[in-house]
């Protein structure tokens, strides 16, 4: 298979404060890994490609100061959501691309509340 | 730019009756297709995809897809449906001239009755 995991599931943290949700493709190696956002009972919304050993790409709206993206190796990208409010509250997915498969795994999820 | 649309918000059932999810997509050259399926407070699971070749697609838990070029479609179908099947469902494309960036629908709820 292809499994990718995510770190924490859940976290609850104050506005203002930081967070750092980890993605992790534990089977296989992943150049390139992606960071999504989901609402309630809506669709995924892209926010970064993440490229091991470059810079993320951003979607257009998406503030790269405030998700910092970091993928320092091949099973291994972090999404640091920096000075949390209410409004960063959702659920964020991640996915990472298998060589070759041109298909995405997606991690579990974690739901982020912001109090 | 690519789309992707879900006419249906929901898809109600009846266990044993079959299953279609509608699905079409807009894209600027050749596609690649993906179906998804979300349980609640879960990351998405794979169903199938199309690539090339054989426009019919089978994937997991009996479900399958009909690539159609010309209604530029990709519905999902599953014979006999289960009350299991119940979750919420995402067509996705991409663009092969568009790296990895997958493009999703806004997802249709499927309720399967007993």
């Known amino acids: 298979g292809a499994v990718v995991s995510q770190h924490p599931s859940w976290v609850i943290c104050k506005s203002g404060t930081s967070v750092k949700i980890e993605c992790r493709s534990l089977d296989f190696q992943a150049t390139t890994m992606f960071w999504y956002r989901q609402f309630p009972k809506q669709s995924l919304m892209l926010m970064a490609t993440s490229n091991e050993g470059s810079k993320a790409t951003y979607e257009q709206g998406v503030e790269k100061d405030k998700f910092l993206i970091n993928h320092a190796s091949l099973t291994l990208s972090t999404l640091t959501v920096t000075s949390a409010h209410p409004e960063d509250s959702s659920f964020y997915i991640c996915s990472a691309e298998k060589t070759g498969s041109y298909e995405q795994y997606f991690g579990p999820g974690t739901r982020l509340t912001v109090t | 730019a690519q789309s992707v649309a879900q006419p249906e918000d929901q898809v109600n059932v009846a266990e044993g009756n079959p299953l279609t999810v509608k699905c079409t997509y807009s894209?600027?050259?050749?596609?690649?297709l993906f179906w998804y399926v979300q349980y609640p407070n879960r990351g998405l699971q794979f169903l199938l995809k199309?690539?090339?070749?054989?426009?019919l697609v089978k994937g997991s838990y009996g479900f399958e897809a009909e690539f159609n070029k010309s209604q530029t479609s990709f519905h999902l179908k599953k014979p006999s449906a289960l009350v299991s099947d119940s979750a919420l469902y995402f067509c996705a494309v991409r663009d092969r001239r568009n790296d990895y960036k997958l493009s999703f629908g806004a997802g249709t709820t499927v309720t399967v009755r007993a």
């Open positions: 894209v600027s050259g050749n596609p690649y």
């Open positions: 199309y690539i090339t070749g054989d426009n």
